[in-house]
């Protein structure tokens, strides 16, 4: 098993930043991929950002390219979600996912929710205008 704890989050004007850490915990060997996806009020949940662990190789969804970057410490076992330039749009529960299946590439499926095996309890950010 593997277990999530998200912390950050919180509220801040547009324009503003906010920094969002996920701790893995249990089985980390056997996870091999990590994202970051958030749900809006009456929207579904998307996929924001993704990380292979492996590699480090990473993926944004183009709505926060250039203003978000995820990154992991693997001493720590913690993965981060810096947000920067925030939007009122970019308002939101955010989660945190992890993936154990091992593949080449995940270049076509890091936004599957149907892929995610682990999830975190979400956090909540809210950008005002």
């Known amino acids: 098993q593997v277990q999530l704890v998200e912390s950050g989050g919180g509220s801040v004007q547009a324009g503003g930043s906010l920094s969002l850490s996920c701790a893995v915990s249990?089985?980390?060997?056997?996870?091999?991929?990590m994202g970051w996806f958030r749900q809006a009020p009456g929207k579904e949940r998307e996929g924001v950002a993704g990380?292979?662990?492996?590699?480090?190789?990473?993926y944004y969804t183009d709505s926060v390219k250039g203003r978000f970057t995820i990154f992991q410490d693997n001493d720590k076992n913690t993965m981060y979600l810096q947000l920067n330039s925030l939007k009122p749009e970019d308002t939101a529960i955010y989660y945190c996912?992890?993936?154990?299946?091992?593949?080449?590439?995940?270049?076509?499926?890091?936004?599957?929710?149907?892929?995610?095996?682990?999830w975190g309890q979400g956090t909540q950010v809210t950008v005002s205008s």
């Open positions: 996912a992890a993936r154990d299946d091992w593949t080449v590439s995940y270049d076509d499926t890091w936004q599957k929710m149907s892929l995610v095996k682990y």
């Open positions: 990380i292979d662990r492996r590699g480090h190789k990473t």
């Open positions: 249990g089985r980390t060997y056997s996870v091999y991929f």
